[in-house]
Protein backbone atom coordinates (compact mmCIF):
# COMPACT_ATOMS: atom_id res chain seq x y z
CA UNK A 1 0.00 0.00 0.00
CA UNK A 2 1.12 3.58 -0.32
CA UNK A 3 3.06 4.96 2.21
CA UNK A 4 2.22 8.60 3.90
CA UNK A 5 3.67 11.06 5.75
CA UNK A 6 1.66 14.31 7.06
CA UNK A 7 3.07 17.79 5.99
CA UNK A 8 2.98 20.88 8.13
CA UNK A 9 -0.33 21.87 5.88
CA UNK A 10 -2.10 18.86 6.40
CA UNK A 11 -1.71 17.20 3.07
CA UNK A 12 -0.05 13.85 2.87
CA UNK A 13 2.93 13.27 1.24
CA UNK A 14 2.57 9.51 -0.68
CA UNK A 15 5.53 7.58 -1.63
CA UNK A 16 5.51 5.03 -4.18
CA UNK A 17 4.34 1.68 -2.85
CA UNK A 18 5.98 -0.72 -5.34
CA UNK A 19 10.03 -1.53 -6.60
CA UNK A 20 10.07 -1.42 -10.31
CA UNK A 21 9.43 -4.23 -12.26
CA UNK A 22 12.20 -5.41 -14.06
CA UNK A 23 12.84 -8.73 -15.88
CA UNK A 24 16.11 -9.59 -16.66
CA UNK A 25 15.71 -9.64 -20.39
CA UNK A 26 14.32 -5.95 -20.14
CA UNK A 27 14.56 -3.84 -23.12
CA UNK A 28 11.92 -1.03 -23.17
CA UNK A 29 10.48 0.26 -19.88
CA UNK A 30 6.88 1.54 -19.24
CA UNK A 31 7.17 4.98 -17.42
CA UNK A 32 4.30 6.54 -16.29
CA UNK A 33 3.37 9.09 -13.69
CA UNK A 34 2.08 7.97 -10.36
CA UNK A 35 -0.25 5.21 -8.51
CA UNK A 36 -3.89 6.72 -8.24
CA UNK A 37 -4.96 6.61 -4.31
CA UNK A 38 -5.05 2.99 -3.24
CA UNK A 39 -9.23 3.31 -3.26
CA UNK A 40 -8.81 2.87 -6.65
CA UNK A 41 -6.91 0.53 -7.48
CA UNK A 42 -8.66 -3.28 -8.81
CA UNK A 43 -5.10 -4.94 -8.30
CA UNK A 44 -1.83 -4.52 -6.35
CA UNK A 45 0.31 -3.42 -9.18
CA UNK A 46 0.58 -0.77 -12.06
CA UNK A 47 -1.69 0.53 -13.86
CA UNK A 48 -4.55 -0.42 -11.48
CA UNK A 49 -7.97 1.25 -11.82
CA UNK A 50 -10.21 -1.12 -13.50
CA UNK A 51 -11.36 2.23 -15.79
CA UNK A 52 -7.61 2.73 -16.92
CA UNK A 53 -7.25 0.76 -20.36
CA UNK A 54 -3.52 0.01 -20.57
CA UNK A 55 -3.83 -3.84 -19.54
CA UNK A 56 -6.94 -3.40 -22.24
CA UNK A 57 -4.26 -1.93 -25.30
CA UNK A 58 -1.92 -4.75 -24.31
CA UNK A 59 -4.55 -6.89 -24.72
CA UNK A 60 -5.55 -5.87 -28.45
CA UNK A 61 -1.94 -5.07 -29.19
CA UNK A 62 -0.56 -8.68 -28.12
CA UNK A 63 -3.30 -11.01 -28.18
CA UNK A 64 -5.99 -9.39 -30.55
CA UNK A 65 -8.26 -9.52 -27.27
CA UNK A 66 -9.00 -6.31 -25.60
CA UNK A 67 -10.27 -8.79 -22.48
CA UNK A 68 -7.65 -11.45 -22.49
CA UNK A 69 -5.86 -9.30 -19.42
CA UNK A 70 -9.01 -8.55 -17.74
CA UNK A 71 -11.51 -10.31 -15.31
CA UNK A 72 -14.44 -8.90 -16.01
CA UNK A 73 -16.52 -10.68 -13.47
CA UNK A 74 -14.76 -9.53 -10.92
CA UNK A 75 -13.72 -6.66 -11.96
CA UNK A 76 -10.15 -6.66 -11.94
CA UNK A 77 -7.20 -7.37 -13.90
CA UNK A 78 -5.23 -11.17 -14.45
CA UNK A 79 -2.14 -10.40 -12.59
CA UNK A 80 -0.53 -13.32 -13.13
CA UNK A 81 -0.89 -13.06 -16.77
CA UNK A 82 0.11 -9.67 -17.00
CA UNK A 83 3.27 -10.82 -15.38
CA UNK A 84 3.91 -13.43 -17.59
CA UNK A 85 3.19 -11.43 -21.15
CA UNK A 86 5.96 -8.76 -19.22
CA UNK A 87 8.68 -11.01 -18.62
CA UNK A 88 8.15 -12.36 -22.58
CA UNK A 89 8.30 -9.35 -23.59
CA UNK A 90 11.04 -8.28 -21.63
CA UNK A 91 9.05 -5.61 -20.43
CA UNK A 92 9.69 -3.41 -17.39
CA UNK A 93 7.37 -1.37 -15.56
CA UNK A 94 7.79 1.84 -13.38
CA UNK A 95 7.07 5.63 -12.87
CA UNK A 96 8.06 9.06 -12.69
CA UNK A 97 7.92 10.31 -9.31
CA UNK A 98 8.44 8.53 -5.40
CA UNK A 99 6.95 10.90 -3.96
CA UNK A 100 3.87 13.38 -4.42
CA UNK A 101 1.53 15.75 -3.15
CA UNK A 102 -1.92 15.62 -4.66
CA UNK A 103 -3.02 19.36 -4.41
CA UNK A 104 -6.66 18.22 -4.98
CA UNK A 105 -8.65 14.69 -4.18
CA UNK A 106 -8.23 13.28 -8.04
CA UNK A 107 -6.48 10.76 -9.88
CA UNK A 108 -5.42 13.37 -12.51
CA UNK A 109 -1.41 14.10 -13.29
CA UNK A 110 -2.46 17.59 -13.22
CA UNK A 111 -2.60 17.14 -9.84
CA UNK A 112 0.14 15.69 -8.82
CA UNK A 113 3.01 17.67 -7.13
CA UNK A 114 6.03 15.78 -7.68
CA UNK A 115 8.18 15.99 -4.59
CA UNK A 116 10.82 13.60 -5.69
CA UNK A 117 11.35 11.89 -9.22
CA UNK A 118 12.35 8.54 -9.97
CA UNK A 119 16.34 8.11 -9.98
CA UNK A 120 16.32 7.53 -13.60
CA UNK A 121 20.28 6.72 -14.15
CA UNK A 122 19.97 4.19 -11.38
CA UNK A 123 17.06 2.72 -13.07
CA UNK A 124 18.48 2.38 -16.68
CA UNK A 125 21.87 0.99 -15.04
CA UNK A 126 19.72 -1.83 -13.68
CA UNK A 127 18.64 -2.97 -17.57
CA UNK A 128 21.66 -3.00 -19.73
CA UNK A 129 20.01 -4.49 -22.36
CA UNK A 130 16.76 -1.85 -22.81
CA UNK A 131 16.75 0.46 -25.76
CA UNK A 132 13.44 2.04 -25.53
CA UNK A 133 11.95 3.56 -23.00
CA UNK A 134 7.78 4.54 -23.35
CA UNK A 135 5.84 7.48 -21.02
CA UNK A 136 2.96 7.24 -20.69
CA UNK A 137 0.96 10.70 -20.56
CA UNK A 138 2.25 14.09 -20.45
CA UNK A 139 3.76 14.30 -16.70
CA UNK A 140 5.87 11.21 -17.14
CA UNK A 141 7.25 12.65 -20.36
CA UNK A 142 8.03 16.06 -19.16
CA UNK A 143 10.02 14.48 -16.01
CA UNK A 144 11.44 11.90 -18.07
CA UNK A 145 13.00 14.80 -20.80
CA UNK A 146 13.42 17.76 -18.22
CA UNK A 147 16.03 15.07 -16.86
CA UNK A 148 18.24 14.03 -19.52
CA UNK A 149 17.68 17.43 -21.19
CA UNK A 150 15.87 16.37 -24.39
CA UNK A 151 13.00 17.97 -26.83
CA UNK A 152 9.60 16.34 -25.59
CA UNK A 153 8.47 13.68 -28.57
CA UNK A 154 4.90 14.46 -30.04
CA UNK A 155 2.26 11.98 -28.60
CA UNK A 156 3.00 8.62 -30.96
CA UNK A 157 6.26 10.13 -31.62
CA UNK A 158 9.73 9.52 -30.86
CA UNK A 159 12.99 10.98 -29.78
CA UNK A 160 16.95 9.38 -29.58
CA UNK A 161 19.02 9.83 -26.94
CA UNK A 162 22.46 8.45 -25.16
CA UNK A 163 22.65 7.05 -22.20
CA UNK A 164 26.01 5.96 -20.45
CA UNK A 165 27.15 5.58 -24.29
CA UNK A 166 23.66 3.80 -24.98
CA UNK A 167 21.70 4.98 -27.90
CA UNK A 168 18.08 4.79 -26.73
CA UNK A 169 14.90 5.64 -28.21
CA UNK A 170 12.12 7.43 -26.36
CA UNK A 171 8.51 6.98 -27.29
CA UNK A 172 5.56 9.32 -26.24
CA UNK A 173 2.46 7.11 -26.20
CA UNK A 174 -1.09 8.81 -25.83
CA UNK A 175 -2.41 7.88 -21.59
CA UNK A 176 -4.35 5.04 -21.09
CA UNK A 177 -6.37 7.24 -18.90
CA UNK A 178 -10.34 7.29 -19.97
CA UNK A 179 -9.90 11.26 -19.24
CA UNK A 180 -7.54 10.67 -22.31
CA UNK A 181 -9.47 12.29 -25.36
CA UNK A 182 -9.11 9.20 -27.62
CA UNK A 183 -11.04 6.32 -28.24
CA UNK A 184 -9.09 2.64 -26.92
CA UNK A 185 -9.10 1.23 -30.42
CA UNK A 186 -6.82 4.51 -31.72
CA UNK A 187 -4.59 4.38 -28.79
CA UNK A 188 -4.03 0.51 -28.98
CA UNK A 189 -3.08 1.70 -33.11
CA UNK A 190 -0.29 4.22 -31.59
CA UNK A 191 0.82 1.10 -28.94
CA UNK A 192 0.83 -1.51 -31.87
CA UNK A 193 3.16 0.45 -34.19
CA UNK A 194 5.55 0.88 -31.18
CA UNK A 195 5.33 -2.95 -30.59
CA UNK A 196 6.05 -3.09 -34.27
CA UNK A 197 8.63 -1.31 -34.76
CA UNK A 198 10.23 -3.09 -31.83
CA UNK A 199 9.35 -6.83 -33.11
CA UNK A 200 11.56 -4.97 -36.65
CA UNK A 201 14.91 -4.69 -33.96
CA UNK A 202 14.71 -7.33 -32.21
CA UNK A 203 14.84 -9.22 -35.32
CA UNK A 204 18.02 -7.64 -36.92
Request: glycine fraction near 4%; proline fraction near 5%.
Amino acid sequence: MTSFEETTGGKAIETHPWEPFLPKNTRMLFLGSFPPASRRWAMDFFYPNYINDMWRIFGICLFGDKNRLVDEENKTFRLEDIKHMLREWGIGLYDTAVKVRRTRNTASDKDLEVLQATDFDRLLSAIPECHTVVTTGQKATDIFTAHFSISPPKVGGAVTFLFDDRKMTLYRMPSSSRAYPMALEKKAMCYMTLFQRLEKVEKL
